[in-house]
């Protein structure tokens, strides 16, 4: 990960959740609304994608989530929805990511097997957010949540940067009251409305 910040602080769990903080106490109503309905809407997808095109909701939502690097919303629905309909023909993705949903299309594959499949700590953990939203225990940690918890710009962490954020974002949804996963697609809907003009304060 490069970030002008040292180990120490990339580590600090006091500025991590002051940064959490700042930014929750920007959301709006709206931001509130929206995060907490979020997953649920992503599940609703899924679950349009399985029952439309005959696979299951596993099988969905793990597509989406390989699908998902690097791609904004609604682009990754798009070309999810595209790959699916077309039996993995039709696929704009990097080669590594397409071969992942290839795997999960054409194998009947469990849950933990899509778990597998997928590798990456964020698509692993967007996929049991889409699938299981209602679970505690995995938080979709992205470029927009890594810039709300350093206060910069910065475009991926290590595994142990992950859990460690995981950790702290838990430590703060619990705090108020929110599941993990709320919390952070609260967050992640108020950074994208507020990010142009925020100025973090030193």
Same mark, same amino acid.
């Given at each position: 990960?490069?970030?002008?910040?040292?180990?120490?602080? !990339?580590?600090?769990?006091?500025?991590? !959740?002051?940064?959490?903080?700042?930014?929750?106490? #920007?959301?709006?109503? /709206? /931001?509130?609304?929206?995060?907490?309905? &979020?997953?649920?809407?992503?599940?609703?997808?899924?679950?349009? !994608?399985?029952?439309?095109?005959?696979?299951?909701?596993?099988?969905?939502?793990?597509?989406?989530?390989?699908?998902?690097?690097? @791609?904004?919303?609604?682009?990754?629905?798009?070309?999810?929805? #595209?790959?699916?309909?077309?039996?993995?023909?039709?696929?704009?993705?990097?080669?590594?990511?397409?071969?992942?949903?290839? =795997?999960?299309?054409?194998?009947? $594959?469990?849950?933990?097997?899509?778990? !597998?499949?997928?590798?990456?700590? @964020?698509?692993?953990?967007?996929?049991?957010?889409?699938?299981?939203?209602?679970?505690?225990?995995?938080?979709?940690?992205?470029?927009? =949540?890594?810039?709300?918890?350093?206060?910069? /710009?910065?475009?991926?962490?290590?595994?142990?940067?992950?859990?460690?954020?995981?950790?702290?974002?838990?430590?703060?949804?619990?705090?108020?009251?929110?599941?993990?996963?709320? $919390?952070?697609?609260?967050?992640?809907?108020?950074? @994208?409305?507020?990010?142009?003009?925020?100025? &973090?304060?030193?």
């Amino acid at each position: 990960m490069k970030s002008r910040k040292g180990y120490n602080q !990339l580590y600090n769990s006091s500025f991590v !959740l002051k940064n959490i903080e700042t930014i929750y106490s #920007n959301c709006t109503s /709206d /931001d509130i609304i929206n995060g907490r309905t &979020w997953y649920e809407n992503a599940k609703s997808f899924s679950i349009y !994608l399985s029952k439309k095109y005959n696979v299951t909701e596993i099988q969905s939502a793990g597509i989406i989530a390989a699908l998902s690097p690097q @791609k904004s919303w609604d682009v990754n629905t798009k070309i999810a929805e #595209n790959f699916i309909e077309s039996n993995g023909s039709v696929s704009v993705h990097t080669g590594v990511q397409l071969a992942k949903s290839k =795997h999960i299309l054409y194998s009947p $594959l469990t849950k933990e097997e899509v778990y !597998l499949t997928l590798g990456g700590k @964020k698509t692993k953990n967007f996929f049991y957010n889409i699938y299981m939203p209602e679970c505690k225990d995995f938080i979709t940690i992205d470029r927009h =949540h890594l810039n709300v918890c350093y206060a910069e /710009d910065i475009k991926g962490c290590t595994d142990k940067q992950y859990e460690f954020l995981k950790e702290n974002t838990s430590i703060f949804a619990n705090k108020i009251n929110m599941l993990p996963s709320i $919390l952070q697609a609260t967050l992640w809907v108020c950074w @994208k409305r507020i990010k142009k003009e925020f100025i &973090w304060q030193k």
